[in-house]
């Protein structure tokens, strides 16, 4: 899995293209390479710190 799969972000097209080849829109890749749902709760707890400050 090389994630090289894109995303057209106007009507989420799936291509291997850079560029959507229904409306010519820079595509975007739909899943980040790396995810860690960790990196969820700390997002989420940097909001929180926030809230309790
Ligand atoms: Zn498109």
Redesign the pocket.
């Known amino acids: 899995m090389t994630g090289s799969i894109r995303r057209?972000p106007?009507?989420f097209?799936y291509t291997l293209r850079d560029t959507?080849p229904?409306?010519g829109?820079p595509t975007t890749s739909p899943h980040p390479a790396r995810f860690s749902p960790e990196d969820r709760y700390g997002h989420y707890r940097r909001i929180a710190r926030q809230w309790m400050k």
Do not use: E, K, Q, S
């Open positions: 057209c106007r009507d097209t959507c229904v409306c829109a």
